[in-house]
């Protein structure tokens, strides 16, 4: 499947929106699950880890945002979007997590911290991927 090479920004957008809003409601849930008195230390666990990963892909986005517009073809292939490493990154982000909820004994505020820290991470690189989306097409 071809698209337009200047909505591969867009799509990276709205993946990586609703992968973060996703992760982000799984975790919301097991702080929902929490001792309340645990939320003095789990709220700024989550603070460090979207800090951590707010600076980790502000870099992802600035690299796959230039891979997507120096692409002279005016349609590239969606799966164009992200280099070898890139998926190789991915698959091992996505097999982590898989395998971390399968681990028995991890506890549950371990992802209510973890994710609500990693899910709005997902979602800023979205919306900064849809920005750079809508600024393209207001040239």
Avoid: Q
């Amino acid at each position: 499947m071809r698209i337009k090479t200047k909505h591969l920004l867009a799509i990276n957008g709205l993946l990586w929106t609703a992968i973060g809003t996703k992760i982000t409601i799984t975790g919301v849930s097991h702080y929902l699950k929490a001792d309340p008195r645990a939320l003095l230390w789990m709220i700024p666990l989550s603070v460090l880890v979207f800090a951590a990963f707010y600076m980790m892909f502000t870099g992802v986005v600035r690299k796959y945002s230039a891979r997507i517009l120096s692409m002279t073809e005016e349609k590239a292939p969606i799966w164009k979007t992200f280099s070898l490493k890139g998926y190789l990154i991915i698959a091992f982000m996505i097999s982590l997590g898989i395998g971390l909820k399968h681990i028995p004994g991890i506890p549950s505020h371990f992802f209510a911290w973890f994710y609500c820290g990693l899910g709005p991470g997902l979602l800023s690189a979205g919306i900064r991927f849809l920005l750079r989306w809508s600024r393209l097409l207001g040239r």
